[in-house]
């Protein structure tokens, strides 16, 4: 079905409200993004931009395989199968190469790559059983961590990383957290300033719109989420934050994806005190969040904040 490869243009570019190629608007609160509000801005911009030949070979799908997708999708990332978010890689694959052929969406290529880059790390899992750390190193295992040192390894650094590394690795240190920190840039946007997410987060450290007021940043004319500076000093002050809740790296990093709320409940529930105890309990997207983190900045910036993977 042509479609099939098709369906996250809609899901990427429902946020797009200053694309170019749409009428800008300034409302007076910022819109809530809905179902509604995804489908039909994704669908007006293929229509708008997508060039005849992608046109040819892709159909933008109708509401129903739409909505079922989007569902299914969402609650693979959600859910805890490596087996059921690996099995939307050809829909990811397809989408990618059709969302880089159409112009305004380079917003967006960067969570779909990263979304893919998950579904690629969830076969792996599927693929052998997970490994048990030696005694001595319960304490300090991180599952999976291994697996994405693996992936790590060979992988080039994004454009213009170092630059941004560079620049703002102080901010982080001035705000209290091991400046490696910064690297969380990769994971999160690709050190892309202007990354989007379909649910609304944005800029190098994807922040949320309402995290981003509580931080002190302005989401709307200008949206401060997309100065490097500005995102930079809000990611440390809500790391420094989440650091000093669960005095834990790795805690603090499911914290900063799944939720602080989400992490200290699944820890009073197992009555656990490391990532390793609840893990399994998490979210997929977030069990392959934080080794993704820490291999980053191991590889990175050579710095090992906690875990330990299987020797």
Aim: hydrophobic content about 45%; aromatic content about 8%.
């Amino acid at each position: 079905m042509k479609w099939r490869g098709y369906y996250c243009l809609g899901l990427l570019g429902a946020a797009c409200a200053g694309a170019d190629a749409l009428p800008p608007k300034a409302p007076a609160v910022e819109p809530e993004i809905t179902a509604d509000t995804l489908y039909e801005t994704g669908k007006e911009l293929f229509d708008a931009l997508a060039p005849d030949e992608v046109k040819e070979q892709f159909e933008f799908p109708d509401r129903r395989q739409w909505d079922e997708l989007v569902t299914h999708l969402q609650a693979a990332l959600d859910g805890d199968s490596p087996a059921a978010l690996a099995q939307y890689e050809p829909e990811a694959r397809a989408a990618l190469a059709a969302l880089r052929l159409v112009p305004g969406s380079e917003e967006y290529v960067g969570w779909l790559e990263e979304r893919l880059d998950y579904i690629e790390a969830a076969k792996e899992m599927g693929r052998r059983p997970r490994p048990r750390p030696p005694a001595a190193l319960v304490g300090q295992y991180i599952p999976e961590l291994d697996l994405w040192l693996r992936r790590m390894q060979t992988r080039a650094r994004p454009a213009g990383a170092d630059k941004y590394a560079a620049r703002l690795l102080p901010l982080f240190v001035a705000g209290g957290v091991p400046g490696p920190l910064v690297w969380l840039a990769e994971v999160e946007s690709g050190f892309n300033p202007a990354a989007r997410s379909p649910a609304g987060a944005r800029g190098l450290f994807q922040l949320m719109p309402a995290t981003a007021r509580e931080l002190g940043l302005r989401t709307l004319l200008p949206d401060e989420r997309t100065d490097p500076v500005k995102s930079a000093q809000a990611a440390a002050q809500l790391l420094r934050t989440l650091h000093a809740k669960f005095a834990d790296w790795p805690l603090a990093l499911a914290a900063y994806n799944a939720g602080a709320g989400r992490v200290q409940r699944t820890l009073d529930q197992r009555r656990g005190r490391t990532f390793a105890d609840i893990a399994d309990d998490l979210p997929l997207e977030t069990r392959l969040y934080v080794p993704k983190v820490l291999a980053v900045l191991q590889v990175r910036a050579g710095v090992a904040l906690a875990g330990a993977p299987r020797r």
